[in-house]
């Protein structure tokens, strides 16, 4: 069984595609994005739609999600000055853990260029021990 799906899910299938500019230093010395780029993508991605959905700071909560685990499956390549969109999907709503389902599209694609799949795992900001995902997090989540 495959760690991403087949076939790959299309932009229309997302409720959720959280814009990403592409820069100049994304590219590498064979003219396209290189592949840690799209890892960094879906962080940003990630987080920053988490902050937009709850809005809320989600470095202030008392409980945090810290990547367990990410991987990443590429299909076409991607170059500066592609516009971006990362569709962010729920793949898990766990107890202490959310796992996202992810795609990148570029210049309105239909088709992604990449897939990910994104795991946090909430723990206690001081303790660093495991903790329920906060009700702020898993409202929005249950939403994609």
């Keep these: 069984m495959s760690e991403f799906p087949d076939p790959p ?3 229309s299938e997302f409720t959720v595609l959280w814009p990403i500019t592409t820069r100049w ?3 590498d010395a064979y003219g396209h994005v290189n592949n840690v780029v799209h890892y960094a993508w879906f962080d940003t991605a990630v987080n920053g739609w988490l902050m937009h959905a709850t809005g809320t ?4 909560l008392p409980a945090i999600g810290v990547v367990a685990e990410t991987g990443c499956r590429y299909l076409a390549e991607l170059s500066f000055p592609d516009g971006i969109e990362v569709g962010i999907g ?10 996202y389902g992810l795609a990148v599209f570029g210049n ?5 260029a990449s897939l990910g799949r994104f ?3 909430y723990v206690d900001r001081v303790s660093r021990n495991t903790v329920p995902v906060p009700e702020e997090i898993r409202a929005a989540v249950g939403k994609l």
């Design 119 to 121: 795991v946090h795992v």
């Design 9 to 11: 899910p299309r932009r």
């Design 57 to 60: 700071d989600i470095r202030e």
């Design 90 to 99: 729920l793949r898990r709503l766990g107890n202490s853990s959310v796992t």
């Design 108 to 112: 309105g694609d239909e088709q992604p």
């Design 25 to 27: 230093s994304d590219n």
